[in-house]
């Protein structure tokens, strides 16, 4: 099967959720978490609206630009017994923008069409069934018994080698006390497709079996006020799914302003039962500091109350979310907010 797999995973197979998982606090060399403060009031008033993502309008975009979900790279679970491959230098090389774009990489995207068996494109019912399954696998979670130490690495799994977790030491002189902002690629910043977008942005080429590709990219509205404006309140890492040699010169375009400080990739996701996880105890920050913006409820299963969901975009024009998040986000992260979790957690 070689290099021909698909980008992009973490559907959440509701039928996995027999074995019991434990969610585990950051070692103990990290920071303590201090008492929580009073929820400022702009957060108690915003945090209920930004819970729930908004659904998909794409009623006022022409025919001509609609994607053929059937022929678009999307966020998919195939490889159901694979581990990613361990690379030790992988942070390093990802967090500088001029690194080796297919180094690390153990997959890479299929042509729409293809009959590879791992192939599995999303379309808007799975998104919709996906995030069904993740609340429901959700409340069976908080009901177990739990057991798995979440900081503990997989075998194969890859990070950096001087912490022993995802990212290297915090760069205090230039982050200080900022809070760590975890966001997704596909579907929640941009939108990808194999098939010719008259209205693409940018292209990316990608080898595959020795033969390019080209992927076309939409930016979701907002994005670069987004990206320019948390790069400058929070350490930012974009944590994908994806392979490298597809995320990488993604990035490389996208982050016009610099903003994003971290790449994490398909490597660096915690395996749970097939299922690529973004799990944040293994990030290398304290948990009261962490956020995650993801449009798939799966990716943050074992850390719901650190998430602020959004919907799946794929082509809408008058989407606002990026830029609705933005006084919300500006407001937690700001240092009276001690634990994030406190405030995100609205069920407490």
Known sequence: MGLTTSLLCCNLDANDLDDKVHKSSPRSALPTQKPTPPKPLQLQQNVAKKREPKKENRKDVDDDQLVNETDTITNTNEELNQTPTLNNNNNSNHQNSNSNNGGGAEGAPVPAGS????????????????????????????????????????????????????????NTKKFGKKKCLILDLDETLVHSSFKYLRTADFVIPVEIDNQVHHVYVIKR????????????????????????????????????????????????????????????????????????????????IFHPEHSIPISSWFSDTHDNELLDLLPFLEDISKPNVDDVGKVLDIGL
């Open 115 to 170: 009959e590879n068996p791992v192939l599995n494109v999303q379309n808007e019912d799975q998104v919709r069934n996906e995030a069904q399954a993740a609340a429901e696998a959700q409340d069976q979670l908080s009901e177990m018994d739990l057991e798995l130490d979440l900081t503990k690495l997989q075998e194969g799994q890859a990070h950096h080698p001087e912490t022993g977790f995802l990212l290297g030491h915090k």
């Open 221 to 300: 509205p907002g994005v670069d006020e987004f990206l320019e404006k948390v790069g400058r309140w929070f350490e930012v890492v974009v944590f994908t799914a994806s392979v490298s040699k597809y995320g990488d010169p993604l990035l490389n375009k996208l982050d016009i302003h610099r903003a994003v400080h971290h790449r994490l990739f398909r490597d660096s996701c915690y395996n749970y039962q097939g299922n690529f996880i973004k799990n944040l105890s293994q990030i290398g920050r304290p948990l009261s500091e962490c956020i995650i913006i993801d449009n798939s409820p799966a990716s943050y």
